[in-house]
């Protein structure tokens, strides 16, 4: 792969560079020069802007749908501001928003794509057209999903359950559908990539078990992009079939099964969960260890969790379908398998435990939204182990439990999101933020979020069901609440785009490892020149801190190098 | 639609009511978990914290009081140990679920029909009703069906929940241990007026079940003389029967057809889609149906009178009035119980 090391000329060029100097954000200008760029930063950093704007979008549209549930809704609807069907259609679009465009490409398709081929010292991803394409695709998909609006509307939840979806719905389901394709392909393309790069873009000296734990999470997401969402495709394919010409593979009365559909649709969408917590793992793996400035603890077993969770995410999807008439059987098994899920996760939580353990534990922003997504997933994963169970999930299926189950798992995620973004920030602009801004940014958009969610499980519990407009006055009081939490995320997860948007228009420039951070993207400029690296840096173990000691004078870290290390660890 | 509340002390509680036999154990695997949970989330909580004010960084060059990378048996004890909690909570939820599932011999029988959005209850013996009603202490079996999309019975008070998935007949079963009222969900999304499909599970005392399947339906109760006579003077004949030893208990539930109508709109779900006030709705509204000239979507049109009202009521959806969607279910109803409605039409002017 000569290419991909840096040219003599480069290499000759010093390894530091003042602020003029020629970046990947500088490197050409235009419109068309990011709109057709094979670079992966640009395009990681294309998608981060439109994953941001789409995550305000679908926040907005959560915010509206706890407004409407201040009150338990009157008998004359006519006077209301959002109505049944509007209602309905918004929590389609806040599902669809946050699943599709948001979460599913918010780590591996933004940050993953910036960060991935810089972690291996690479020039770039294996595929930088491919690359390009798979944001294109993105575009296409959230203007065809967002295109549901003007055609019609799509009330049928993000999950398109047969009938209801093909022969009941509004008449924007079609458009829909193609969107959330769309959204798929562009998922496997990033998946492909990343595949690749990872098999043949290591450096030679980078064997598997030196790969920072995030390559290995986005490895393992990237395994189910590719084996899972073609799934989805098809079946997005059938139902749109179905609905244009009466084909009976899913409406019972031309001899299909709805429940078929689910089947179907959960061998993608329950995968689809780890497709969004694995890169979060991978990241928490990174911000852990950095912040605590010392080695992670248990390498290989959370190197292997994640590949167990990939796996075993493979086989549960029947838990979804626990009280659809499923046989007693598949349920049993079903629920023996859920629980496998469990044992990996539960291995994570303990090592970054671990990690933490007599640590030197620095309270950057990037580390709290870390510590707030351990207390988030410890919530969301315990929860878990109520819908696994087959007795209470029976119970609790389709009520306010599980609503708030999901958020504090795949919705736990953005608090990750937010914190690689904040841990790459300086990377990708080359500029640093406020920390007091983002602190508080992140400290109420957490609390916030606990309001919302924790309520959420109360009232599931006393019987809430979920997708209802209208409830029983008991349950007012919990709604409000939930409502109060909401209102307080806004507040935090405005303070802290706010704090990115004052960074960006006066923020200091950022040095070349602010954090004290031993992966390789720390070993180049910040923001990094257009090919990378001027010279491409040796792998080591990602997790040596010995390698980077601080620098009073730039307030940053420094790269030691080998030769003058301390001795090496006690393995 | 009737909606009997939830009283505050049982939603004061963390559990609702138990009100079945299943209830207390699905409860106590419940607990199980939960203090399982809770114990696990306040040790990683409580780690976490200490971990973060005694090892917090005190100065930016400050190095780890530690250098160890890993520590292969603590790992497999925190692999091994949650493995056998899991599995304990996957057995009992397990065993319990069995029991759910498997109906004892002797069940009491009642088929239930879901349609957008309403349910109706079918009594051996041609008796319906549109609340869920069931002698207290005994296995009561429901048999359960969809005329169109995925619905889903759901009693929190019961601990139970079943889909009715259209094509296919849905069972489930419960006894009930403890008389009241109770919420009945649809739980599985089933469109615009999913949130309002809802009803209640009446349980009854002893012996009171029987009492109320007599009187449950008093218009199909009377016979066809009777009911020549009730129509003729409706008011006379409730006086006049009132006080009768065998009759008077289906006699006194009796109302003028007015009325009776104004209580089956309640009843048959109309409501969610008829306005009386003429306000728009996914149906058209009634004030003022009767004897108006009606538009149909395929440009034909008739006068609403009685036997346009009861075509509309048994084939909702042979004319579509123009400015609407066949969107109308077939909702079970007798004849007398359509004349009733006529009747109460009738009087909205």
Redesign the interface.
């Known amino acids: 792969m000569s290419t991909l090391n840096p040219t003599a000329a480069i290499s000759a060029v010093p390894a530091e560079h003042g602020p003029g100097e020629d970046n990947y954000l500088t490197h050409g200008r235009g419109f068309l020069s990011w709109a057709l760029t094979l670079d992966h930063k640009r395009i990681g950093v294309m998608y981060l802007v439109g994953i941001i704007t789409f995550f305000i979008v679908g926040g907005l549209s959560a915010l509206l749908l706890r407004t409407t549930l201040l009150t338990p809704?009157a008998?004359?609807v006519?006077k209301a501001f959002v109505t049944?069907?509007m209602y309905?259609v918004l929590f389609t679009v806040h599902g669809a928003i946050m699943v599709f465009i948001v979460i599913i490409p918010g780590i591996p398709a933004a940050l993953g794509n910036f960060v991935l081929p810089l972690m291996l010292g690479a020039k770039d991803v294996a595929f930088p057209r491919l690359n390009l394409a798979s944001f294109w695709f993105w575009c296409t998909g959230v203007v065809l999903l967002l295109s549901t609006l003007i055609l019609g509307g799509v009330?049928?939840?993000w999950t398109f359950?047969t009938?209801?979806s093909t022969?009941?719905?509004m008449a924007g389901v079609i458009p829909a559908l193609f969107g959330a394709f769309m959204l798929g392909f562009s998922s496997i393309f990033t998946g492909l990539n990343f595949i690749v790069t990872i098999h043949k873009l290591r450096p030679p000296e980078m064997g598997w078990f030196k790969m920072p734990l995030m390559l290995w999470a986005v490895y393992s997401t990237a395994l189910i992009q590719v084996l899972a969402t073609p799934v989805l495709g098809i079946t997005l394919l059938l139902l749109i079939v179905e609905r244009l010409v009466g084909l009976g593979i899913f409406a019972?009365?031309l001899g299909g099964?709805?429940?078929l559909f689910q089947h179907f649709f959960w061998f993608y969408s329950h995968p689809a969960v780890y497709i969004m917590i694995l890169p979060a793992m991978g990241v928490m793996s990174e911000l852990i260890a950095v912040f605590?400035?010392?080695?992670?603890?248990?390498?290989?077993?959370i190197a292997y969790s994640s590949v167990a969770i990939a796996i075993f995410g493979f086989l549960v999807w029947g838990h979804h379908m626990f009280?659809?008439?499923q046989s007693?059987l598949l349920?049993?098994i079903f629920?023996?398998l859920t629980?496998s899920v469990?044992?990996p996760s539960?291995?994570k939580?303990?090592?970054w435990?671990?990690t933490?353990?007599?640590?030197?534990?620095?309270?950057a922003t990037p580390m709290v939204y870390a510590?707030s997504f351990?207390?988030i997933f410890?919530?969301g994963g315990?929860?878990g182990?109520?819908l696994?169970?087959?007795?209470?999930?029976?119970?609790l299926?389709?009520?306010y439990f599980v609503v708030a189950h999901f958020h504090f798992v795949m919705a736990g995620t953005i608090f990750v999101f937010f914190g690689a973004v904040f841990y790459w920030w300086p990377k990708i602009t080359g500029k640093m933020y406020e920390e007091n801004l983002a602190l508080w940014g992140a400290l109420l958009s957490v609390i916030g979020f606990n309001i919302t969610f924790l309520v959420q499980f109360?009232l599931g519990?006393?019987?809430m069901?979920?997708?209802?407009?209208?409830?029983?006055?008991?349950?007012q009081p919990l709604h409000v609440a939930s409502t109060i939490g909401a209102y307080v995320q806004l507040i935090g997860f405005g303070l802290s785009i706010l704090c990115l948007l004052r960074s960006l228009a006066r923020g200091k420039p950022a040095p070349m490892n602010p954090w004290g951070a031993a992966t390789l993207e720390w070993r180049t400029s910040s923001p990094p020149p257009w090919f990378n690296f001027h010279e491409s840096p040796p792998a080591e173990d990602p997790?040596d801190?010995s390698l980077v000691?601080?620098d009073?004078a730039s307030?940053s870290y420094v790269y030691r190098g080998a030769a003058q290390r301390a001795p090496a660890?006690?393995? | 639609m009737s909606?009997a509340?939830?009283s505050?002390t049982?939603?004061l509680g963390?559990?609702?009511v138990r009100a079945s036999t299943v209830a207390p154990?699905?409860d106590a695997?419940?607990l199980f978990?939960?203090w399982?949970?809770l114990f696990?989330?306040v040790l990683?909580?409580g780690?976490?914290f200490a971990?973060?004010i005694l090892?917090?960084?005190r100065s930016?060059?400050?190095?780890?009081?530690?250098?160890?990378?890993?520590?292969t048996p603590?790992?497999i004890l925190?692999?091994v140990i949650?493995?056998l909690i899991?599995?304990v909570?996957?057995w009992?939820?397990?065993?319990?679920?069995?029991d759910?599932?498997t109906a004892p011999e002797n069940a009491y029988e009642i088929q239930v029909e879901a349609r957008?959005w309403s349910w109706t209850f079918f009594y051996p013996g041609g008796i319906d009703s549109d609340e869920l009603h069931v002698p207290i202490d005994t296995p009561v079996l429901l048999t359960m069906s969809s005329q169109?999309?995925?619905h889903?019975c759901?009693i929190?008070?019961f601990?139970?929940?079943?889909?009715v998935?259209?094509?296919?007949y849905?069972k489930l079963w419960f006894q009930a241990d403890k008389a009241g009222t109770y919420?009945l969900?649809?739980?599985?999304?089933?469109?615009?007026?999913?949130?309002?499909m809802?009803t209640v599970a009446v349980v009854h005392e002893n012996g009171e079940f029987e009492k109320w399947l007599e009187t449950a339906n008093p218009l199909t109760a009377l016979t066809p003389e009777q009911y020549q006579e009730y129509v003729g003077g409706p008011e006379a004949f409730i006086e006049k029967y009132r006080s009768d030893p065998q009759f008077g208990k289906i006699a006194s539930k009796l109302e003028t057809p007015e009325k009776l109508g104004e209580k089956l709109r309640e009843k048959k779900a109309c409501?969610q889609c008829h306005t009386i006030d003429g306000?728009?709705?996914t149906g058209p509204t009634w004030k003022g149906l009767f004897g108006s000239q009606r538009e149909f979507r395929d440009g034909g049109s008739v006068v609403a009178d009685e036997n346009y009202i009861r075509e509309s009521i048994l084939e909702p959806n042979k004319h579509i009035v123009k400015g609407f969607d066949a969107a109308m279910p077939k909702v079970p109803i007798k004849d007398r119980e359509i004349e009733a409605l006529i009747a109460y039409i009738k009087t909205l002017k």
């Open positions: 809704g008998k004359d006519s049944h069907d309905n009330d049928t939840g359950y009938p209801y022969g009941h719905a019972p009365e099964d709805p429940v605590s400035r010392k080695h992670i603890f248990g390498y290989r077993f009280v659809s008439g007693n349920n049993m629920s023996a629980f469990a044992i539960a291995i939580v303990f090592n435990l671990a933490l353990y007599r640590g030197s534990i620095w309270l510590l351990m207390w410890g919530i315990l929860t182990l109520f696994g169970t087959l007795a209470t999930d029976v119970h299926h389709d009520t109360v519990v006393q019987g069901p979920r997708r209802y407009y209208n409830y029983l006055p008991d349950f997790y801190f000691q601080y009073p307030n660890a006690a393995h | 909606h509340m939830l505050g049982q939603l963390f559990m609702p154990q699905v695997a419940f978990i939960f399982v949970s696990f989330f990683i909580a780690l976490m971990f973060i090892y917090r960084r930016p060059g400050q190095e780890a009081g530690s250098r160890v990378t890993h520590n603590l790992e925190w692999s949650p493995t899991v599995c909570m996957f009992w939820g397990f065993r319990i679920f069995m759910m599932r957008k169109d999309v995925i889903s759901y929190p008070a601990r139970i929940k079943r889909d998935v259209p094509g296919r849905a919420p969900f649809c739980a599985e999304y089933c469109g615009k007026s999913h949130s309002d809802r409501t306000g728009a709705s």
